[in-house]
């Protein structure tokens, strides 16, 4: 049997999506300043950069999404154990 779904697991997710909310927004600001003040350097090298800024936000967005989904489910696993709790009819 799965073990019951704690207040800290679920303080844990939120922890980690607030995590990472922060380090997509830092790499967001990074490219942003990429763009507002493109440094003196060879252009290959500045593609490369700005493409590997994009490839990880875009991780930490699906990083994002996958914890949403964890959270979400340890939510609806909550609520179904509380509905067949004791006096649960559901």
């Not at 779904?5 to 490219?31: G, H, P, R, S």
């Not at 590997?52 to 875009?58: G, T, V, Y």
């Amino acid at each position: 049997m799965d073990p019951p779904v704690t207040t800290l697991t679920l303080f844990q997710i939120e922890q980690a999506i607030i995590n990472v909310e922060n380090a997509k927004f830092e790499q967001e600001q990074i490219l942003a300043a990429f763009w507002e003040h493109v440094p003196p350097v060879e252009e290959e090298v500045l593609v490369r950069r700005i493409q590997e800024l994009r490839d990880r936000i875009r991780l930490l967005e699906e990083q994002r999404r996958a914890l949403i989904r964890e959270r979400d489910l340890l939510l609806i696993r909550a609520a179904s154990i509380i509905r067949r709790g004791p006096g649960g009819n559901n």
